[in-house]
């Protein structure tokens, strides 16, 4: 079956733009994940979402946004970019909404902020 | 609130050698435990799970965790390392809050394996 697909995988913006990132799990899963690398804060949550509805937010400025569709897809939106957003975002999916079985990773966008 | 700690940032070892890399956590919710393996500019591959049965978990290419509570540690060990091991490995906790549920990294470890 088909992986969790993030597109696009690379990305050039320029400071005060804003970005839209996007990802389809796998199919039939309804919990999606975003996380933010960086080679100085490592891997950090974003916001976890479920059928829909945002469950948890990570420690980061409004600027980040997301939301999910009703066939699970989910858009991470960046507004106002600035160097620093420059990283790997990648996006996760699960079948239970415990995640206590782990998720899928996609392979990411690297978004590079000049 | 839970956390993770990588003890060693990177590891380096040679080829047929063991590997043992190093993880202690803590949470407040009953963890689901995790390794993953990120390869140079790809995604987080899920090299082995621990859901509370085993304490002993066996993953993917010979990679096996055990899961201590009274030590809080998971540390990931492979009898015999070769060349395509090397990679960061993140060692990973789950918890789920009774509303939403979060994965929090550690700081990962970099696997070198030499010749």
């Known amino acids: 079956k088909a992986g969790v697909t993030q597109t696009p995988r690379y990305l050039i913006k320029t400071r005060g733009q804003q970005v839209t990132l996007s990802c389809s799990p796998i199919?039939?899963?309804?919990?999606v994940s975003w996380y933010q690398q960086t080679p100085g804060q490592g891997l950090q949550f974003l916001f976890e979402?479920?059928?829909?509805?945002?469950?948890n937010k990570g420690n980061f400025p409004g600027r980040f946004s997301g939301r999910q569709f009703s066939n699970s897809r989910s858009e991470m939106n960046v507004s106002t970019l600035e160097l620093g957003d420059s990283a790997l975002y990648l996006c996760?999916?699960?079948?239970?909404?415990?995640?206590?079985?782990?998720?899928?990773f996609g392979s990411g966008t690297r978004l590079t902020v000049v | 609130a839970q956390s993770v700690t990588q003890l060693d940032s990177h590891v380096s070892v040679s080829e047929g050698t063991p590997v043992l890399l190093r993880c202690n956590y803590s949470?407040?919710?009953?963890?689901?435990l995790f390794w993953y393996v990120q390869h140079p500019n790809k995604g987080l591959q899920l090299l082995l799970k621990?859901?509370?049965?085993?304490?002993l978990v066996k993953g993917i290419n010979g990679f096996e965790a055990e899961f201590k509570k009274s030590e809080t540690s998971f540390h990931l060990t492979k009898p015999s390392a070769h060349m395509s091991d090397a990679a960061e490995y993140f060692c990973?906790?789950?918890?789920?809050?009774?509303?939403?549920?979060?994965?929090?990294f550690g700081t990962g470890t970099r696997l070198q394996v030499t010749l």
């Open positions: 996760a999916s699960s079948l239970e909404a415990t995640g206590g079985n782990g998720y899928t």
């Open positions: 199919s039939g899963h309804r919990s």
């Open positions: 979402y479920f059928s829909e509805t945002q469950r």
């Open positions: 949470s407040s919710y009953s963890p689901s």
């Open positions: 621990y859901t509370s049965a085993a304490t």
């Open positions: 990973v906790v789950s918890a789920y809050t009774g509303t939403a549920s979060k994965l929090t």
